[in-house]
């Protein structure tokens, strides 16, 4: 199946730095999405854009929709401790009836130190 | 509060058992997912159902069966013939609109 191509694979900074990343598709989504994972946790959605251009926050967070529909990015400012974990971003469309299939990215492990 | 339960949070198998994980929601969802996550390998997916009683392959079906007798539970079993059944388990709910998706909290398979 077809995974999002999710940038960068990792990142390592100190507190307080701001972090961004980003994904990229050869195909078009109705909808981005953007998920934050814990050790040994589900993913937890943060932010859902639904339009092309749709830039939304969420406290330190911030994500935007792509114009062409084909990629996302998420801002992460004065990173914290807390903010450790695997963010995924995932792109979905309808795939048929009623059904709105989710493609993931393949995540981006981040690692803050104190 | 409505969620999605996955149990058991840990479960050890002997090689050439097959073993069933448990995923349960009280959404009122239609469409349920299976995924599996090894590292570095982000999320994929195995089996999902859109409605009771019908379900589609994933993209690594092979060696997994699941059922949809309910529309709270979708049950997973990790047969023998699966190479390498050694996993983070994980299951989600979804409207089966563009909501996105509500996944449990994870069942790590260990065979032994």
């Known amino acids: 199946g077809q995974q999002l191509n999710q940038s960068p694979q990792s990142m390592f900074i100190q507190e307080g730095e701001d972090v961004s990343m980003n994904c990229t598709s050869s195909s078009i989504f109705n909808t981005w999405l953007w998920y934050k994972q814990e050790p040994g946790e589900g993913p937890v959605l943060l932010i859902a854009?639904?339009?092309?251009?749709e830039l939304t926050s969420n406290g330190r967070l911030t994500a935007q929709f792509g114009i062409t529909r084909k990629d996302s990015f998420l801002n992460i400012s004065a990173s914290i401790p807390s903010d450790v974990g695997i963010y995924f971003c995932a792109g979905q469309r309808k795939s048929g009836g009623s059904n709105y299939k989710l493609t993931f990215g393949k995540g981006t492990l981040l690692t803050v130190n104190p | 509060d409505g969620g999605i339960t996955q149990s058991p949070k840990y479960l050890f198998r002997k090689e050439g058992q097959n073993v069933t994980l448990s995923c349960e929601q009280n959404l009122n969802h239609d469409a349920m997912y299976w995924y599996r996550q090894d590292p570095g390998q982000g999320l994929r997916l195995i089996y999902y159902?859109?409605?009771?009683?019908?379900?589609q392959k994933g993209d690594i079906a092979e060696g997994y069966s699941v059922s949809r007798e309910k529309k709270e539970s979708f049950p997973l079993t990790v047969t023998s013939a699966q190479k390498n059944p050694t996993a983070f388990y994980l299951c989600?709910?979804?409207?089966?609109?563009?909501?996105?998706?509500?996944f449990g909290s994870g069942t790590r398979l260990t065979v032994v």
């Open positions: 854009l639904y339009k092309a251009g």
């Open positions: 159902s859109q409605i009771v009683n019908d379900f």
């Open positions: 989600a709910s979804s409207k089966g609109q563009a909501y996105g998706y509500t």
